[in-house]
């Protein structure tokens, strides 16, 4: 029999890689690699369902194209959890209109499929 996993070991081993990736995102000097990084790691984050903390990576990107991509996604991601409120507010935040959009229509999709809103 093969021992189950310890989610609090997950979480812990989740937790201290997001800080070192973190960590080393930071000390890239390119902006555009520190931008890219960061991305990345606001939307594993996002994955995780940890929004706050990817929410709080989004913020600190640079690069106004991989920031609004990034808020795109962690609204995406929200939505696709069901946290449709919070999703609207992130989606609400994103300045460049084309991810705005994008993130508003996964959020109506989702409403859709919930029978929220008509077709």
Request: hydrophobic fraction near 45%; charge should be negative.
């Amino acid at each position: 029999m093969v021992p189950a996993v310890s989610p609090h070991a997950v979480m812990d081993e989740l937790e201290q890689t997001f800080q070192q990736a973190l960590k080393n995102a930071r000390s890239i000097k390119d902006e555009d690699e520190r931008s890219e990084a960061l991305y990345d790691i606001a939307v594993a984050m996002a994955k995780a369902e940890l929004f706050n903390q990817a929410i709080q990576v989004a913020k600190s990107i640079e690069d106004e194209d991989e920031h609004s991509e990034a808020l795109c996604d962690i609204a995406e991601e929200m939505a696709k959890s069901g946290l449709l409120d919070q999703a609207y507010e992130v989606a609400k935040s994103i300045e460049e209109p084309i991810r705005r959009l994008e993130a508003l229509a996964s959020i109506v999709a989702k409403m859709r499929e919930a029978g929220m809103i008509g077709q």
